[in-house]
């Protein structure tokens, strides 16, 4: 017998008993009475969020952003790479080439070309775009360019402080001037549907208290033309993080904010969301495990790439391509089974290591200070003799512009590190979810039956496909923006 249903359909009939693998799921019901109503929500304050907000305005709608914590920013505030972006000022000064192929070149490598091709292009075509308009339009500043394991060419933007507040801050002030309003402490728990599964609201919790699931009281918001899901990834929630990848329990800890734990994705899932690659679950290789949280060793790490050298304190010797992805580096650290080592010449620091990382990572004693390779040597437990052949072998790589041992890219301005040198310790912390919803070029979030899940799109974190296997450094700032405006556009222009 054929049904005419979908698998939602059929949930929503309370036939889950039909399909064996379904779990029974009641969806919420259509109020009586609706809170209040809005053209288009916007569940998130991160970038893809708020960039999603002042698109869908500018696009002509009503708008409302909420989020669950007490101040806004997410995820995002604590970012500290930059945005990665082909063809950037800092690019032509330097005299750099670079396009929106080579990006999603790099993108496709990296990804293992698991990436869903048509949502990587989205952001490799529109990064340059979306680095003028948060330049020119949210006054956002840069201050120096950088390269990133895994890229082609440095590409990267640094913000002006090297955080994440250098963007999140002027969209709050952009959102402020519109008129916007931003209403903190609302926990989104389930979605609205129609009786043909479109969104047509959400309920939420007003007044919550995160973490405690308990406070706050229930409110319905009526939304016209769409709702942009922007509430990041899932690495803070052990429980969903080992279901995917059982090596990543609570014995490893995370770079991200607390409020990184995946309900958002949740709620879509229970409305009939599909989702992909939700496996790849990303490493930070640059976290040390003489700090809490995602630090300050990351933004010294990544400037001492192509520089300094890695080196496994048990043997003396480097192990691994320093500027490979985050997978390769990460996963060849684990390997090891014990921290590693990177150390770089102060002339080679003082050249691409701001000195505000230096001198906060020499505060908290993450990062520090040796006159000498032979006091470092000690102070590490390494044998003084191998240490020094794995430098002096380095030394000669630069001098010779390449690396015979392990395809490492050394840079043109790369001196042989000598006198006084920098280090730290490092070990991976769970940083990235590659995985989440299933959505297209136009932000759309594609059900289980690969369908368009009408009224619900979704940018960021919690999307899967654009990185495949292997997110780069800096691409996800350009991705959450990117696809934070494309959001924001669909979800306006799409009709009550």
């Known amino acids: 017998m054929a049904f005419p249903l979908n698998r939602r359909q059929l949930l929503g009939a309370g036939l889950a008993a039909a399909i064996p693998s379904a779990h029974a799921f009641i969806p ?152 916007v309003p931003v209403r903190l402490r609302t926990k989104l728990l389930n979605f609205v549907t129609d009786d043909n599964g479109a969104v047509i609201g959400v309920e939420v919790r007003a007044n919550y208290q995160f973490p405690k699931e308990e406070t706050g009281e229930t409110k319905f918001i009526r939304v016209k033309r769409g709702v942009v899901l922007a509430t990041g990834g899932f690495s803070q929630n052990v429980q969903m993080r080992t279901m995917h990848d059982p090596r990543l329990t609570a014995a490893l800890d995370s770079t991200n904010s607390p409020a990184a734990t995946g309900e958002g994705l949740q709620a879509a899932q229970r409305v009939g969301a599909g989702t992909c690659l939700m496996d790849w679950i990303q490493l930070g290789p640059w976290t040390s495990p003489d700090e809490k949280g995602f630090g300050v060793c990351p933004k010294f790490v990544e400037a001492s790439v192509g520089y300094g050298l890695m080196i496994d304190p048990k043997t003396g010797k480097r192990f691994i391509n320093e500027t490979g992805n985050r997978k390769v580096r990460a996963d060849a650290i684990l390997a090891i089974g014990h921290p590693a080592i990177i150390l770089i010449s102060e002339t080679n620091m003082k050249k691409h290591v701001p000195m505000s990382t230096v001198k906060a ?136």
């Not at 002096?392 to 512009?401: G, L, S, T, Y």
């Open 28 to 179: 919420v019901k259509v109020p009586q009475k609706w809170d209040e109503t809005v053209d288009v929500l916007c569940v998130g304050t991160g970038f893809s969020g708020l960039a999603a907000a002042i698109e869908a305005h500018n696009a002509g709608a009503s708008v409302l952003v909420i989020d669950k914590m007490a101040l806004p920013g997410g995820n995002s505030i604590l970012a500290a790479g930059g945005f990665a972006a082909p063809g950037n000022d800092m690019q032509k000064k330097a005299g750099i080439k670079d396009s929106p192929e080579l990006l999603l070149a790099d993108m496709l490598r990296a990804g293992g070309h698991l990436n869903h091709v048509e949502c990587a292009k989205v952001v490799a075509y529109g990064a340059y775009d979306t680095y003028r308009w948060a330049t020119d339009y949210l006054g956002v500043k840069w201050d120096r360019l950088g390269f990133q394991g895994g890229h082609s060419v440095a590409r990267s933007c640094s913000f002006m402080n090297g955080t994440g507040a250098d963007i999140i801050g002027p969209m709050l002030t952009k959102l402020s001037t519109l008129k």
């Open 361 to 496: 990572g020499l505060d908290n004693g993450s990062i520090k200070r040796f006159a000498s390779l032979e006091e470092l040597a000690q102070s590490y437990g390494i044998d003084p003799k191998l240490l020094k052949e794995s430098v002096d072998r380095w030394n000669d790589a630069i001098a010779k512009k390449t690396d015979p041992d392990f395809k490492a890219k050394i840079f043109d301005d790369t001196e042989a590190n000598e006198g006084t040198f920098f280090a730290c310790r490092l070990w991976p912390r769970v940083h990235y979810c590659m995985g989440g919803l299933t959505i297209n070029a136009k932000a759309e979030v594609i059900d289980t039956d690969f369908n368009i899940l009408p009224g619900l799109f979704a940018a960021g974190e919690v999307c899967g496909g654009v990185h495949g296997m292997v997110r780069l450094g800096t691409v996800s700032i350009a991705d959450c923006i990117v696809y934070g405006r494309v959001a924001g556009k669909a979800a306006a222009n799409r009709k009550a």
